[in-house]
């Protein structure tokens, strides 16, 4: 996460937002600034975002995982079910 100080590489841009949100920025900001607070709440949210997608993507390949492990685990079992048949 970035310094909270680093102004140097800043852009200034202009959006609008909620005044329920902008009054949480107020209420929340401390002894900061209003920008400053809503860079903090947009990297907790962007970070939050990309666990969400990092989890997303590690249930979708344990999922398929799991399908294939299942299906070579029940191959596995019909074999040694055959081979220990014939003993």
């Not at 107020?26 to 990092?54: F, P």
């Amino acid at each position: 996460m970035r310094n909270s100080t680093s102004t140097a590489r800043r852009a200034t841009k202009s959006y609008s937002i909620d005044p329920e949100l902008h009054g949480y920025v107020l209420r929340t900001r401390g002894r900061g600034s209003a920008s400053e607070r809503v860079n903090q709440l947009l990297r907790r949210a962007i970070e939050s975002e990309q666990d969400a997608e990092l989890e997303a993507q590690a249930a979708r390949f344990y999922a398929i995982a799991g399908k294939g492990e299942r299906k070579e685990a029940r191959a596995f079992y019909r074999l040694t079910k055959r081979s220990l048949s014939r003993d």
